[in-house]
């Protein structure tokens, strides 16, 4: 689910995309081959770094197509139809790329799992008498892992 010739964030890079996230065929049968079936998988998060945040939100808040000039009349079927998700993490790896990503309800995509007894967080608390300071501190124990690709469509960007 890759698209490596670079595209910044537009209409028609977005379609490309999606169309090929909607193309995913079936998961592995019992012989170990993938399903004919076509899953029309649709997107419905868009992820990106803080470097295209802006240009990914022009596009997919846009009502035209913002890549024509003067786009009166011009139809944006992405117009309010994804919601955008911004992760600065993303940006150490590449700040052009972005991708697309299907409802979790819908593709198991990322599983995030606690362990028995922990699903909230702890918070515990001290006080330094030598500095007469109050600390907090506050621990989480999870862990993820993905476990299916077909929910998720990356662009590499320009």
Known sequence: NYISTG?????????????????????????????????????????????????????IRSVGDPAVANNVGTYNPYHNSLEHVVEPLLDAASTTAYYLVADPNLVDGVEISFLQGHETPVMWSGMDEKTLTRWFAIRQVFGGKPIDHRGWAKQAGA
């Open 7 to 59: 595209a910044v964030a537009s209409v028609a890079a977005l379609g490309a995309l999606e169309n090929l996230m909607r193309q995913q065929t079936g998961q592995h049968t019992r012989e170990g081959a993938t399903g004919p079936d076509i899953l029309n998988i649709e997107p419905k998060f868009a992820v990106t770094g803080s470097g295209i945040k802006n240009a990914m939100a022009a596009v």
